[in-house]
């Protein structure tokens, strides 16, 4: 694979912007491989400026969920920009897009856009604050809501991988308001809150992990966690940024049958445009300014062409429920070819899916926690990912991030994928013999 001009414009980005990337984990240093500059992208592909072609599983780490250059998200946005580009100023698009979200998230009475999914959990937080009048707040370790400063607590996604615990800059009179709960510990949960339920404002959490790795909630303590922040009048916080249309058109709240206080989005809600938002009862909602007396701002909120992108997937969404069907279909091929060739080459590996997202952890234990997922073998993955970039898979860079599948991905591109993972596999073993 000829990377020659990938590497001198990775050299030349590294001169003008913080380690030649604009988000950490696009750098790879966890894989030890020089970024790819990406030139392009069509369906399930994606190209670089070498002209290598790769499939694509990163899918800019979730909002392309109807591949890349989707004709009708493409011919809506030219559309669009015949209207110009931006305006500050309530558009029809807007209340569109809040009508649409509250149809397909009923616990959403109101809605808030934003410019991406940081933006939504920092000011759900704040509102959450302002709401309760409380200042603590609870996280799970290995969840990731953005880079919010409460948040940037024993967080996962770029924060694993670079195996900083919190970030410098954040001052511990913020940190000190932050409690982290290991995820899926009920017991954990309740000695909590028998000591301090009454001072938490609210608990933020991913229903379906993502960002330690795909990790699953578990059903009795997502309804726990549910029932308990009821009890004590604690806002309950579903960041559904990257579950949020991926794993069902009602998210992880319609799978798991809870409903949150506020919901955050992202990804998915932009169609690959910079989008946010948060919503939920409207009460807590019009606590907003200037209804209210939290404030939260932007100049770029609910831009007409990102809007136009993300209204325009979220409808394909929702007048093709197959989608969902068909993305089951792919992960299931996938997750199951994977399982095979683990159990023939027996290497230490577990696969977590939900629906077209997935991790393939290099460890032999059940993972169901950040500490667990930990145990995957960092250097094994490395060696996993170089092997199959040479292959021309594209996977992220990072033991803790989620494959996303597309509806442009076909069944020839998971079994090319598998024969990939084979020959992987094999050179695996090979090494650790
Ligand atoms: P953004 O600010 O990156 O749009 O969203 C932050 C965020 C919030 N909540 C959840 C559950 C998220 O997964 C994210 C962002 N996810 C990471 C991928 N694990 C974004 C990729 C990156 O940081 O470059």
Redesign the pocket.
Known sequence: MITIKSEELFKESEKHIPGGV?????AGKAVGVTPLIIRRADKAHIFDEDGNEFIDFVGS??PMILGHNNPIVKKAIVEALEDSLSFGAPTKKELEMAILVKELLPSIEMLRMVN??????MSAIRLARGYTGRDKIVKFSG?????GDSLLVQA???IATQGISSSSGVPNSIIENTLVLNYNDTEQLETLFKISGKDIAAVIV?VI???MGVVPGKFDFMKRLREITKEYGVILIV?????GFRVNIGGAQKLYEIEGDLI?L??IIGGGM?I?AFGGKKEIMEKLAPVGEVYQAGTLSGNPIAITAGLTTLNYLKDNPKVYLYLEELGERLENGINLLIEKYKIKAIVNRVGSMMTLFFTDIRVTNFSEAKTSDEKVFARFYKEMLISGIYF?PSQ???FFLSNEHTMSDIDKTLICIENAFKKINIDTL
């Not at 604009?22 to 696009?26: D, G, I, L």
């Not at 991406?116 to 959990?121: F, V």
């Open positions: 604009n988000s950490p984990v696009r780490y979730g991406s999914g940081t933006e939504a959990t969840n990731y809501h953005g880079h996962g996604s770029g991913e992990s993502g960002n960041d559904e940024v990257m579950t955050c992202g990804k910079p946010g992220p803790y991030e989620a």
